[in-house]
């Protein structure tokens, strides 16, 4: 064991230069996610540039997403909101017909004090679709939490009450009825017994639909049901939220949404790690049964069973650093679980730090750091970009985990790199997924080791200015 | 408020940043929100740049908004001045500070106080000009401050002796712009002119004051370098030569121009032997006009679309060099589009300006070409509709800049050309032939959205005929059946149906 002293994590917080994307990026997993929504965001050429260019070929595909693009008329409210949103959105009615129609404001709808949360109870009264109103904008959020800005704006919108008819059992929940589909009644009811007698639950997070039932079948070996999830396949399907009801986040980022299902729905957080990696995933569980009552099984042997599967590639990466630049808010979760796997982590960059949500990862963050001996990472919220790569050369880093912005440049001065932004989009909740952050995180070690005996690490001139 | 799901050219400061990113240590600051940094991303995986792209944000957040940005961007300026030593900082407005309408003239004014470098204030309003046309203004507004920096100092420098050129318009995420620079740079050194300045790309601002010395500017792009063209014609009566030289004839024709600018200017060259040469041996593009390949592609039916320099040029080149049919040819530059109709004006048969490129995807559909020269986006329309597309024009992917030599312009741009628009067509042929002679097609007809496309009910059998009738006909088969039966009022289109409307029309 070194000697490292065990200390308390330490927060800073820098200039908020770095480089993310706009957190209307979210539009592009939530409209596969949501399949019966449409995603409207109202902004400028700007906007729309970010999309199209962020998106890559997801463009081409007929997307259930569109800009309002406003032009100098509309900023200088020469033409009426109101009137050019009710033209698009009966455009868009027409035209695919969807069950909600998501309006995502932007900084210029800010700038300019459009009213997006006034206007739609009236158009949706007009057009019958409804419409969900999301800030996520750039003045205030970044990249991943456009999600949470949406998903808050949902949960106002989820059924207070379960369908009182039992005349045909209505079962609300997407999955469990995807789970017992072509099952007869009988055996639902027999599935039913499967299960504790708990409070429902309720997850929010918007995750790939394989994960969904990976992680539900993973609770339902507890004997725990998941009543539902926010956002689900569609939007029709939103799930139940009464009064009391548990809810639990699956993501680092879910802040908002997760003080609007406290605060206006009435519900009981279950604040716990999040299921990434093995060690978080077992968190998460050991946590929900312990607020539910539940004694949790087998989770030992699955965890260690897990881990044993990793060893080709824990010994890729034991004893080596790793330096988050910090843009997905993903960080403090990946940075444990990173810890766990042997590595060391100097520094945790982060857009936003919600340290009440994020309370028990941070605490086993922490105790993660205690057991493996290494130092506790500095958290830096809203870094500087500039002042990081300063550090990163002076701290030798083994991988650093950025935006492409910064990729090859640093790949260019020899340094290893890994895309943020893929850790957004693949699989890496749950015991089955630890192997997938790990290929990520191995890749580019794994691919420069492959070269290192050419000779040709550092691929910049000398007189190139840093 | 507009309907868009699809944009060719970017937002203003896209433009900006293209020309200011593209000289050598010059640093641009925008003023915008979070995220609004995306074109660093661009450069660093579209160009794969190595080193950081010189852009940072000086970030407009909730406190700008409530109390102006104050110092923060004089701060900011003031920062990367001390940090990096660059010799311009240009500060970028974007839509967002376009509405907020700080005076961002005083924060440079500040700025410039303090700063070692320069500091300029970009001139480009978000809700009136785009990227082309901020890029052109901000290549502009650069050359005159170093012009007029010169000129105070009396440093500006006079004419070379010997023939000398600037080549103008080269920029960072320009379509193949390196590979045309290099073409450039040796076709001048063949025809025994000095290369004095190229801007922006890889230019140092202190060189800019040598301009004048040129005896003439070349201005490949339409799109890029005009204004400083002008600027230049105007000031110091340097001739601009603003002939793409792409494509054969169009190529001689612009070395035929500088001839005649250098002569007027007392050079006495004749460079008739040298286009003979070239155009008969170096480029193999004339000897393929003449080939048995070329001859197969006589009155081929091709559509075009993209910026008005790749345009214009490819449909001289198909029409005028290869024989080939352009039914339409179009441009997404509106702001310049007499310019456009001037040019292709009897090299097509229609002239489509347009940036919706839902209209775009429709007018393919209808004339159903053997291959679409286009931008990225046509060439997932001729995806779908299977057919073959060279892309020619921005917006483009990583795989538009090759790492190979692959210029579009000069000589050497010629063989390139050649070989797009032949891949282009035989692949094509060689798809159709597969399934004439009983290729597999598992495909599925999917064509919604664009509208060759219709709500008419098809059998089983009626739609399995269908797929068994080649697919370079199909979709004008589909079409006439289709007319057929609404016309008649037929609601299922079974195999007699599909039959009955051949023998009808003929189809």
Redesign the interface.
């Known amino acids: 064991m070194t000697t490292t002293e065990p200390e308390a994590l330490n927060f800073e917080c820098e200039t908020g230069n770095y480089h993310t994307f706009c957190p209307i990026s979210c539009v592009a997993w939530l409209y596969q996610k949501i399949e019966d929504s449409f995603f409207l965001v109202i902004g400028t050429k700007t906007c729309g540039y970010f999309l199209q260019n962020a998106m890559g070929v997801m463009i081409f595909a007929e997307p259930r997403y569109a800009m309002a693009e406003l032009e100098e008329g509309d900023i200088s409210a020469q033409l009426n909101d109101f009137d050019e949103l009710k033209r698009l959105c009966l455009q868009i009615k027409r035209d695919r017909n969807p069950s909600v129609i998501v309006w995502i404001g932007t900084c210029t709808t800010e700038i300019i004090k459009m009213d997006l949360e006034g206007l739609a109870p009236k158009l949706e009264a007009e057009i019958g679709i409804p419409i969900v109103t999301a800030r996520a904008n750039g003045l205030d959020y970044a990249f991943t939490q456009g999600e949470d800005t949406v998903l808050a704006a949902m949960a106002a919108k989820c059924p207070d009450k379960a369908p009182v008819v039992e005349a045909q059992k209505q079962e609300r929940n997407a999955i469990s009825q995807l789970l017992n589909f072509g099952k007869k009644k009988e055996e639902v009811a027999a599935e039913e017994s499967e299960y504790v007698k708990h409070t429902p639950l309720v997850l929010f997070g918007s995750l790939p639909d394989p994960v969904v039932t990976q992680l539900t079948l993973e609770l339902k070996k507890q004997g725990i049901k998941v009543s539902g999830w926010l956002p689900s396949k569609r939007y029709t399907e939103l799930p139940v939220l009464e009064e009391g009801y548990y809810v639990s986040g699956m993501n680092p980022f879910l802040s908002r949404t997760a003080s609007t299902l406290m605060r206006r729905r009435k519900c009981k957080l279950i604040g716990a790690p999040f299921p990434i990696g093995p060690d978080g995933t077992r968190a998460w569980i050991e946590k929900i049964c312990s607020v539910l009552g539940i004694e949790p099984k087998g989770l030992d042997e699955r965890e260690a069973q897990i881990w044993a599967g990793l060893e080709d590639y824990l010994q890729i990466i034991r004893g080596k650093s790793v330096f988050f630049m910090g843009d997905n808010l993903l960080e403090i979760s990946l940075a444990r679980f990173l810890i766990r796997c042997g590595m060391t982590c100097p520094e945790i960059g982060i857009p936003y730090m919600d340290k009440r949500y994020q309370a028990a990862e941070l605490a086993l963050l922490e105790k993660t750091c205690h057991e493996m001996g290494v130092p506790t990472p500095r958290i830096v919220e809203k870094p500087d970009n500039y002042n990081q790569l300063q550090r990163i050369y002076e701290q030798n880093i083994d991988l650093v985990i950025t935006g492409m912005a910064h990729a090859n440049p640093l790949e260019a001065r020899g340094i290893n790199t890994k895309w943020s932004v893929e850790f957004t989009f693949a699989q890496i909740h749950g015991f089955g997924n630890a192997r997938d952050i790990l290929e990520l995180v191995t890749r580019p070690l794994r691919r420069n080791n492959s070269l290192k005996d050419l000779g040709w690490g550092d691929l910049v001139k000398k007189e190139a200015k840093v | ?7 060719y050219a ?2 203003a ?2 433009g900006t940043l293209r020309v200011a990113t593209s000289f050598k ?1 010059v640093h641009a600051i925008m003023h ?7 074109f ?3 450069r ?2 579209l160009e ?6 010189p852009v ?2 000086s ?4 406190h700008v ?1 409530a109390r102006g940005s104050q110092e923060r961007v004089v701060d ?1 300026i003031t920062r990367k001045d001390r ?2 030593h660059p010799d311009l900082i240009v500060l970028t407005p ?3 500070s376009s ?2 309408q700080e005076d961002l003239e005083n924060f440079v004014n500040r700025a410039q106080l303090d700063a070692k470098g320069d500091v300029m204030l970009a001139d480009v309003n ?3 000009f ?1 990227e082309l046309q901020a890029a052109d203004r901000t290549l502009d507004q650069i050359v005159q401050l170093y012009i007029n920096k010169a000129r105070k100092k009396g440093d500006l420098e006079g004419k070379s002796e010997k023939p000398s050129v600037n080549i103008i318009g080269m920029s960072t995420l320009g379509f193949h712009n390196q590979h045309d620079c290099t073409e450039l740079k040796r076709l001048m050194a063949d025809l025994g002119i000095e290369v004095n300045e190229v801007i922006p790309e890889g230019a140092s601002v202190h060189n800019l004051k040598r301009l004048p010395r040129a005896w003439f500017n070349l201005v490949p792009y339409r799109e890029l370098g005009m204004a400083a063209g002008e600027y230049l014609q105007k000031e110091f009566g340097t001739p601009m030569v603003d002939i793409t030289p792409m494509g054969v004839v169009e190529t001689a024709r612009c070395i035929r121009k500088i001839q005649e600018v250098l002569n007027a200017q007392g050079a006495d060259v004749n460079y008739e032997e040298f286009i003979d040469q070239q155009t008969r041996f170096v480029s193999q593009a004339a000897w393929f006009s003449r080939s048995i390949d070329c001859q197969n592609l006589t009155g081929k039916k091709a559509v075009v679309f993209g910026d008005n320099t790749h345009a214009a040029a490819m449909t001289k080149i198909l029409s005028r060099e290869m024989g080939i049919h352009v039914v339409w040819a179009g441009t997404y530059c509106k702001h310049d589009a007499d310019w456009f109709r001037e040019e292709v004006k009897g090299y097509c048969d229609e002239v489509l300006v347009t940036e919706d490129h839902g209209q775009i995807g429709d007018a393919i559909a209808k004339a159903e070409p053997s291959a679409i020269f286009g931008t990225q ?1 046509e060439r ?1 329309v001729g ?1 779908r509709l299977d057919i073959p597309c060279g892309v020619i024009a921005a ?1 483009i ?1 990583v795989q538009n800049f090759p790492i190979g030599y692959k210029p579009f312009l000069g000589y050497e741009g010629t063989n390139q050309c050649v070989d797009l628009v032949y891949n282009s067509f035989t692949l094509g042929m060689e798809d159709h032939l597969l399934e004439i002679f009983g290729g597999h097609d598992t495909k599925e007809v999917i064509t ?2 664009i509208s060759a496309d219709s709500d008419m009910g098809w059998t089983k059998d009626g739609q399995a005929e269908l797929n068994k009738i080649p697919g370079f006909v199909r979709g004008k088969v589909k079409r006439n059946t289709e007319k057929f039966a609404r016309d008649r009022g037929i609601e299922k289109i079974t195999v007699e149906v599909l039959y009955a409307a051949k023998e009808s029309v003929g189809a």
Do not use: Q
């Open positions: 408020m507009k309907l868009a799901y699809w944009m970017g937002p400061h896209i240590n915008a929100p979070i995220g609004d940094d995306y660093n991303v661009m660093s995986m794969r740049e190595r080193d950081f792209t940072t944000t970030v407009v957040d909730r908004l900011n940090e990096e974007t839509c967002t509405i907020l978000h809700y009136r785009n986006m997932h995806k917006p992917h919604k959205g």
